[in-house]
């Protein structure tokens, strides 16, 4: 009896150390399982972050010079700083409560995200900072000639030439490697003697002296700095990169000051301030349609037709007329030399034909945009640039089609100047989607 009572209190006791024990793992598992859970996070952090700091170390390193220095210099800091923040990861204790401890003291404390996303942020920085020096740094003159149209007002340019340049610096040693002189809506023109823009110099507007290294810009600022206030006084001047940016000393100081932050704003890459509301009037219902060569039209009835321009293959209109010109403007036109395809105007358009052919319609005009545009089963091209004619500052937007049924070409004209009421591409957009193609065939 006594052996049955003692074998069954063994049992007893076997089953209550079983009990605990596995208590005890479920607990171990549980820890090591949240452990884990971090040391995963931590890992993920850490080749995160040492990839951010791969990225920026490149960039550091390459030599490349940032518009702002700050920038790099908040870089190498970051950079520095965030090298300190990496810890060794401790390995794992044996029993569930120092795992545990372990877990919540000292792992949930260790965080790279943030860092890691910080560093981005100031390589960012610095690469669009580098990216800015290189733009203002002795740009092409089609470049700058982008930027001079893209400021309000602009009403004349010039390009000095070694042939016909002020002062003779143009492609010197030290001197400028180009220049550009411009007309300004708001410059007093009294004083101008009615020549050539290249011989009024700064005052019909102002001028945009490029040069090789900022330095370079920087004495020849320094020398227009000795005139300021004296009777040779030269306008304002300041130093954007590699170039000099001048404006008319005719102008008032406001107006300077005005023209010289729209100038430095286009420059920099900055869309210009356009505050015109868009024309949003385009209605099927109220519409008018237009047939122009084999291909017809819906267009908004606030575009009044011009009868100087009118015939089956032509159609001119005016929604704003005088000073303030926005013109739409359709044409087919019979190709007399070759035949009429798609073919031909895309090889045309690759290689910039079709670009300067439409710039020259212009006195200057931008760099133009190309879009390939759809439409009635029609391909063709949408070709976009500023431009300036006859003192008027704008934007042109132009589709071309083919109509090969009758052998002609298609041109659909959208002229906007700058100082219009409204803006009109929007509408513009809805009335080339509106095209059909009558194709005879």
Excluded at 110 to 137: F, G, P, V, W
Excluded at 247 to 255: C, K
Excluded at 263 to 272: D, H, M, N, T, V
Excluded at 299 to 320: G, L, M, T, V
């Amino acid at each position: 009896m006594k052996h049955t009572k003692a074998f069954g209190m063994i049992i007893i006791l076997f089953i209550c150390i079983c009990a605990l024990t596995g208590c005890n793992s479920e607990e171990r598992d549980a820890a090591v399982g949240a452990f884990q859970v971090e040391i995963n996070r931590i890992q993920a952090e850490e080749t995160a972050l040492e990839e951010a700091l791969d990225e920026a170390r490149l960039l550091i390193g390459s030599g490349r010079t940032p518009y702002d220095a700050q920038t790099l210099q908040s870089l190498e800091t970051a950079v520095t700083a965030a090298q300190s923040e990496l810890v060794p990861l401790p390995e794992m204790p044996n029993d569930a409560k120092s795992i545990t401890e372990l877990t919540e003291n000292e792992l949930k404390t260790i965080h790279y995200a943030q860092t890691a996303a910080h560093i981005r942020d100031l390589t960012k920085a610095l690469e669009d900072s580098c990216i800015l020096m290189e733009r203002i740094t002795n740009p092409s003159e089609s470049a700058v000639i982008d930027c001079i149209l893209r400021v309000r007002g602009i009403t004349g340019i010039a390009a000095a030439t070694e042939e016909h340049y002020p002062n003779c610096k143009l492609h010197k040693s030290g001197g400028y490697t180009s220049a550009f002189y411009f007309s300004y809506d708001k410059a007093k023109h009294g004083s101008l003697s009615g020549n050539s823009l290249l011989d009024e110099g700064t005052d019909a507007g102002g001028q945009i002296e490029v040069y090789e290294t900022a330095e370079e810009a920087e004495k020849r600022n320094e020398y227009l700095s000795s005139f300021d206030g004296s009777f040779l006084n030269v306008g304002s001047h300041a130093v954007l990169g590699s170039m000099v940016i001048r404006t008319s000393d005719d102008l008032s100081a406001s107006q300077q000051k005005e023209l010289e932050a729209n100038l430095i704003s286009a420059l920099r890459g900055e869309e210009p301030a356009d505050n015109r509301p868009e024309k949003v009037s385009f209605n099927e219902a109220t519409n008018k349609t237009v047939q122009v060569g084999l291909f017809s039209f819906s267009i908004p009835d606030y575009w009044e037709q011009s009868n100087d321009f009118k015939s089956e293959n032509r159609y001119r209109a005016y929604a704003e007329t005088g000073d303030k010109v926005a013109m739409l403007q359709i044409e087919s036109n019979y190709d007399e030399e070759d035949p009429v395809s798609y073919d031909s105007m895309k090889e045309e358009t690759e290689r910039g034909i079709m670009s300067e052919v439409l710039r020259s319609w212009y006195d200057s005009a931008s760099t133009v945009e190309i879009e390939p545009f759809e439409v009635s089963g029609v391909k063709g091209y949408l070709y976009k640039f500023n431009m300036l004619i006859n003192g008027l500052q704008g934007y042109t937007e132009v589709l071309s089609l083919p109509s090969v049924a009758n052998n002609h070409w298609l041109y659909v004209v959208l002229a906007v100047a700058g100082n219009t009421d409204f803006r009109y591409s929007e509408d513009f957009r809805k009335t080339l989607s509106s095209i059909v193609y009558n194709n005879p065939g």
